[in-house]
């Protein structure tokens, strides 16, 4: 019922920028909170950037300033524009839906994409 489809991951070098894309269907991001989480190998799953349902976005300190989330309502997409990207950005990202007041824990109940690949060269 429920689908998440991330694309936009790649091959990038250090300082260059992706942008990624999620499109939900069977569930509204607008009255959803939206947050785009990344796994490196061996690392645990974490936020990177997350939107709420009245447009207030958080980021992870080491992204602050570099990334941004948007989301767009008629297409039911949001977005993670990634500049001045580094090599530890490397990293599957993945999109989750969950209700608000859940939190932005990755362990707390949600829907998730497959993912997509980032990685970022020296």
């Known amino acids: 019922q429920v689908q998440l489809v991330e694309s936009g991951g790649g091959l990038v070098q250090g300082g260059g920028s992706l942008r990624l894309s999620c499109a939900a269907s069977g569930i509204r991001f607008s009255v959803n909170a939206v947050g785009w989480y990344r796994q490196a190998p061996g690392k645990q799953r974490e936020l990177v950037a997350g939107?709420?349902?009245?447009?207030?976005?958080k980021y992870a300190d080491s992204v602050k300033g570099r990334f941004t989330m948007s989301r767009v309502n008629a297409e039911n997409t949001v977005y993670l524009q990634m500049n001045s990207l580094k090599p530890e950005d490397t990293a599957v990202y993945y999109c989750?839906?969950?209700?608000?007041?859940?939190?932005?824990?990755?362990?707390?109940?949600?829907?998730w994409g497959q993912g997509t690949q980032v990685t970022v060269s020296s």
């Open positions: 989750n839906v969950r209700r608000m007041g859940t939190g932005w824990d990755a362990t707390q109940p949600g829907y």
């Open positions: 939107i709420t349902s009245g447009g207030g976005t």
